[in-house]
């Protein structure tokens, strides 16, 4: 199946949601049909990041029910998955990791392009690449693999590595302790072990049996202790003002007085597009605090 690169900034006319679906006009309804099933990376422009961000895999096209000739790519629920590093439009050696747009710039402006199979794997290859928690021992594991650019990977064992479960769940443990600046977000620790590594844990808000995606947005740190009354309901995080909710009739008030910042608000990273979502929030406010 074919590949695409997918245009989607901060800030757009569409009506875009991170890991759930694409909105596009309907000039782009072949190409995307064509990758119904099969991985897509998404791509920052000057109003972004500025470069490959994170890739999806498409689960079906629906038309908008409001907007005429315009359709959704619905994408396959927490299958989407950060890079750990920001892939820029160029490899080191200054050529186009996009092998099409060099001699034809008309493709440039094309919000939805055509991703021959070598172009996907090496923006993969780049953007998966491990990058080891700066006090932690070096892991070896599936994602490992691809920071070899020596070592090239069949497209079949890369689309099964990208769905890897243990690999993802490492991939975002670094990402979102990085984020937090392998801090607790709701007590403000930095806890660290005998051998000076970090305790903190990546905690999913939506977890991945229920669709969550293995993105920053999708994770907060937290410490052991933390972790599991997050999990469990026991405490959770308003939307937008990020206030700690605490459920008083399970956790009693001398508690709650050494576990949390004194100000109950989360302790979020200072990148916008690191801080946790605001519809992950709600959903875990609504389907898991306090039951």
């Keep these: ?21 694409y909105h596009f006009p309907k000039q782009y309804l072949g190409t995307l049909s ?49 890079f750990e590093t920001l892939v820029p439009r160029a490899r080191p050696d200054g050529t186009l990791y996009e092998s099409t747009l060099a001699p034809r710039a008309g493709n440039n402006m094309l919000a939805v392009r055509r991703l021959p199979p070598a172009d996907f794997a090496a923006i993969v290859d780049a953007g998966l690449a491990e990058v080891p928690d700066a006090d932690a021992h070096p892991r070896t594991g599936p ?13 079949a064992d890369r689309r099964t590595a990208l769905s890897s479960r243990s690999a993802r769940d490492a991939a975002f443990g670094r990402m979102v302790r990085r984020a937090y600046g392998r801090r607790c977000a709701i007590s403000g620790l930095g806890l660290r072990n005998g051998g000076g590594r970090a305790e903190v844990q990546a905690a999913h ?11 920053v947005r999708n994770g907060i740190a937290l410490s052991g202790t933390l972790h599991w009354m997050f999990d469990r309901g026991l405490i959770g995080v308003e939307p937008a003002t990020h206030r700690i909710l605490v459920s008083h009739n399970k956790v009693d008030a001398d508690t709650a007085r050494r576990l949390f910042v004194p ?3 989360l302790r979020a ?12 929030l709600a959903w875990h406010r609504e389907h898991v605090f306090g039951r």
């Design 1 to 21: 199946m074919p590949h695409a690169v997918l245009i989607q900034n901060p800030t757009s006319i569409y009506n875009d949601a991170h890991g759930a679906h």
């Design 34 to 82: 064509d990758c119904i099933g099969d991985w897509v990376v998404f791509y920052e422009g000057r109003r972004g990041a500025f470069g490959y961000t994170h890739v999806a895999k498409i689960a079906a096209i629906r038309p908008d029910p409001v907007r005429p000739d315009h359709f959704y790519a619905d994408l396959v629920p927490g299958e989407t998955l950060d």
């Design 143 to 155: 994602l490992r693999a691809f920071g070899d650019r020596q070592s090239p990977f069949p497209g």
């Design 205 to 215: 808000i939506v977890p991945v049996a229920e669709g969550g995606a293995d993105v």
């Design 263 to 265: 100000d109950m608000v």
């Design 269 to 280: 990273p200072d990148r916008l597009r690191d801080r946790p979502s605001d519809t992950a």
